[in-house]
Antibody, heavy 120, light 112 residues
Framework: EVQLVESGGGLVQPGRSLKLSCAAS????????MAWVRQAPKKGLEWVATISTSGSRTYYPDSVKGRFTISRDNAKSSLYLQMNSLKSEDTATYYC?????????????WGQGVMVTVSS | DVVLTQTPPTLSATIGQSVSISCRSSQSLLHSNGNTYLHWLLQRPGQSPQLLIY???RLESGVPNRFSGSGSGTDFTLKISGVEAEDLGVYYC?????????FGAGTKLELK
């Protein structure tokens, strides 16, 4: 059974940093692109970052480019999101998601999410 | 960025009723490779999103066949043929043809 378990969320002041982790199990982690998707309170979904199987390629939307860094450790089946220079608009539930090999933007498994609150 | 416009924002239905949700794109989602990267997700209350339909009309494994998807180019539709209580929640379309990936704002399906 595929499982994605996020951790590392919490309350952080604007301008500070936070690192999220996602522990994956139930599949060969190194064979899949992985992603982070966030959801602001009572809002819709927003793609945040994608990483290739080896970690050599990463992709971000303009809203987080230069502030967020996605990375992975295939030996540990773990995905990470380093978030720097946090803003109040980064407040959201952050989901770790697996990207299917069948199609682009095909998020086929999701974690339960971790809440990040950016506030002074 | 590609804007996906979902209508209606809210849908009230009775159990057994058939309903449709529209997802319209600001650009054609037909990729140069011939694929159309438009998928549908359901987020039940208090849960993470789950995949329902991918590549416009392909049913994800384990998803009941009362769900179906159709469309092409810029206009897409998710249909539920006979709503059941477990179908309540927010439906999202998502596109992967153009970077960055974008989601629709969601359609909330509730009981009438």
């Amino acid at each position: 059974e595929v499982q994605l378990v996020e951790s590392g969320g919490g309350l952080v002041q604007p301008g500070r940093s936070l690192k999220l982790s996602c522990a994956a199990s139930g599949f060969t982690f190194s064979n899949y692109y992985m992603a982070w998707v966030r959801q602001a309170p009572k809002k819709g979904l927003e793609w945040v970052a994608t990483i290739s199987t080896s970690g050599s390629r990463t992709y971000y939307p303009d809203s987080v480019k230069g502030r967020f860094t996605i990375s992975r450790d295939n030996a540990k089946s773990s995905l990470y999101l380093q978030m720097n220079s946090l803003k109040s608009e980064d407040t959201a539930t952050y989901y770790c998601a697996r990207l299917s090999t069948e199609a682009r933007a095909l998020f086929d498994y999701w974690g339960q999410g971790v809440m990040v609150t950016v506030s002074s | 960025d590609v804007v996906l416009t979902q209508t209606p924002p809210t849908l009230s239905a009775t159990i057994g009723q058939s309903v449709s949700i529209s997802c319209r794109s600001s650009q054609s989602l037909l990729h140069s490779n011939g694929n159309t990267y438009l998928h549908w997700l359901l987020q039940r209350p208090g849960q993470s999103p789950q995949l329902l339909i991918y590549l416009v009309s392909r049913l994800e494994s384990g998803v009941p066949n009362r769900f179906s998807g159709s469309g092409s180019g810029t206009d897409f539709t998710l249909k539920i043929s006979g709503v059941e209580a477990e179908d309540l929640g927010v439906y999202y379309c998502v596109q992967g043809t153009h970077a960055p990936y974008t989601f629709g704002a969601g359609t909330k399906l509730e009981l009438k």
